[in-house]
């Protein structure tokens, strides 16, 4: 797996997550525990498609209300400043909980880079 972080610079929020895949009854569900969010769709590729949508609605718009450092910080992201701003996904495991890794998920990245003003 890929390193797990987000980086802002002047033209774009960077973000790459740990996200598991998995079916729960007839519903596949896209769940990244490092943002707590989800998506679900009717089949893989719509779960993760809706997901990615999720995610950049999320990311844009608590960057545009000014709290998205501060939503991160509470969920135990942990900021590097040097040699460059990084936030740094809270070290935990999807195998640790239960609950999920009892469905089996399969564990992929989410890389997007969105742009800002």
Do not use: H
Not at 48 to 56: A, D, Q
Not at 75 to 81: A, E, N, S, V
């Amino acid at each position: 797996m890929t390193e797990n972080f987000l980086e802002r610079n002047k033209n774009s929020i960077i973000i790459n997550v740990q996200v598991a895949l998995f079916k729960e009854d007839e519903t596949w569900v896209a769940y990244c525990p490092a943002l707590e969010l989800s998506s679900y769709g009717d089949n893989k590729e719509e779960a993760k498609t809706l997901f990615e949508e999720s995610m950049n609605i999320f990311i844009k718009e608590t960057d545009r209300k000014g709290t998205l450092e501060r939503f991160l910080l509470k969920l135990g992201w942990q900021l590097q400043q040097k040699p460059i701003p990084i936030y740094n996904q809270p070290v935990f495991s999807l195998q640790k909980n239960q609950e999920i890794f009892r469905k089996n998920p399969q564990i992929y990245n989410e890389k997007i880079a969105i742009p800002v003003a």
